[in-house]
């Protein structure tokens, strides 16, 4: 199962090694645009006190970050990780979540809808009200990233294409 996650993290290293530079020139606002919404969502989430409340959880065994996550990762969300600066592992740190979860939460930056979206009975029944207003501050962040990656994957067709 890593292998092909390893494999997915060796293609978006790729592309970024050969094209990063001219994604960051064509696309630096928008790469900006979406870490500052990423930074938002956490920000809020730490108010919130999400980290702490999710750490509790996964500390009695209840993570919510399967490893099944991991494989809903393509190179594209990858490569938006190394453009926002990430250095993707390409080796798995807790065994049983993620391939993504490291000792201190997940290591990448730009994560999946469910990554982003999902709160347990628990936590949103402690959220209350509040769970509405981090869903706004989310959508932000998840729709920035879905136009991002699609702007990415068209540059690199039209790259592909033109030789």
């Not at 959880?57 to 919510?64: I, L, P, V």
């Given at each position: 199962m890593d292998d092909d996650v390893i494999s997915k993290v060796r293609k978006a290293k790729k592309l970024y090694k050969e094209f990063g530079s001219k994604l960051k020139s064509e696309l630096g606002e928008e790469i900006d645009k979406l870490e500052k919404a990423i930074e938002r969502t956490w920000s809020f989430m730490?108010?919130?006190?999400?980290?702490?409340?999710?750490?509790?959880?996964?500390?009695?065994?209840?993570?919510?970050?399967?490893?099944?996550?991991?494989?809903?990762f393509d190179e594209y969300d990858l490569l938006l990780n190394c453009l926002l600066g990430v250095e993707i592992p390409e080796e798995r740190e807790v065994d049983g979540l993620c391939f993504f979860v490291g000792k201190d939460g997940c290591r990448?930056?730009?994560?999946?809808?469910?990554?982003?979206?999902?709160?347990?009975?628990?936590?949103?029944?402690?959220?209350?009200?509040?769970?509405?207003?981090?869903?706004?501050?989310?959508?932000?962040?998840?729709?920035?990233?879905?136009?991002?990656?699609?702007?990415?994957?068209?540059?690199?067709?039209?790259?592909?294409?033109?030789?």
């Open positions: 730490r108010e919130l006190g999400l980290p702490e409340m999710c750490r509790a959880c996964a500390e009695r065994g209840k993570c919510c970050c399967r490893p099944w996550v991991a494989d809903l990448l930056k730009v994560r999946q809808v469910i990554c982003v979206d999902f709160l347990c009975p628990e936590v949103e029944n402690a959220l209350g009200d509040r769970a509405l207003k981090l869903r706004e501050i989310e959508g932000e962040e998840l729709e920035i990233a879905f136009i991002l990656k699609e702007k990415v994957k068209k540059i690199l067709y039209d790259l592909s294409t033109s030789y």
